[in-house]
């Protein structure tokens, strides 16, 4: 559900300092959020998790998230925005069971749309070995499949490798230990486990903004 106005509670925040508003603003219940985050504390999931973005509509970046929030009758609780403007909401069996309403507040002059992907927990830097891709891919697999349903795994296209996203719209390359390199464009290239080669590794310009699954057989 979307909301163009701010919510009472936020007007009065805002009100001592006069603010226009300048955000739109999206409502969710965390109820909805948690049935797919609770991905993120089962085991087998060690270095992959599901991340909440918002992406723009029309470039298809990541939106630049103004502020979120949680709140239900006099509790409110502000939450964080990660560097790459992830969304971290807590995961948290009291939360779920309390239910409160999770608002996000995203740029007025662009329209956003949820995003919710599978990602590592940590980015990547420097030299990136094959066997540190290896292991992400049925973790990777494994979350793609569980999110989509009973019947997701006769369906869900198989991860090859790793989507690498950079900041500030990085042109630049990845280099592997064979010699041989591939291009970043625009802050985003995608790296099959193939093309490390077994034993090898690539090396980054500079550390990932995000690192998602790469499915080459995906319509």
Not at 66 to 78: G, L, P, Q, R, T
Not at 195 to 215: A, D, H, K, S
Request: hydrophobic share 40%.
């Amino acid at each position: 559900m979307k909301k163009v106005s701010l919510t009472l509670l936020s007007a009065a925040l805002f009100s001592a300092v006069s603010m226009p508003i300048q955000a739109q603003e999206y409502m969710f219940t965390y109820s909805k959020l948690y049935s797919h985050m609770k991905q993120n504390a089962k085991e087998g999931h060690e270095d992959v998790k599901v991340g909440l973005f918002f992406l723009n509509a029309d470039t298809k970046k990541l939106c630049k998230i103004e502020k979120a929030w949680m709140e239900k009758e006099e509790h409110y609780e502000e939450i964080v925005i990660s560097d790459s403007q992830e969304v971290m909401v807590p995961l948290d069996d009291n939360l779920k069971s309390a239910n409160p309403l999770v608002f996000v507040d995203t740029p007025m002059d662009q329209r956003c749309d949820f995003s919710m992907v599978v990602m590592t927990k940590q980015p990547f830097v420097g030299e990136v070995s094959y066997q540190q891709v290896e292991v992400l891919l049925p973790q990777m697999q494994s979350i793609l499949e569980e999110l989509g349903g009973m019947f997701a795994s006769w369906f869900t296209p198989a991860v090859e490798g790793v989507t690498l996203e950079f900041a500030n719209n990085l042109n630049s390359k990845v280099t592997f230990s064979n010699g041989s390199e591939k291009q970043i464009v625009d802050g985003k290239v995608q790296v099959s486990l193939s093309e490390i080669g077994e034993n090898g590794f690539m090396t980054l310009p500079q550390e990932t903004l995000r690192v998602l699954p790469y499915l080459p057989s995906a319509k």
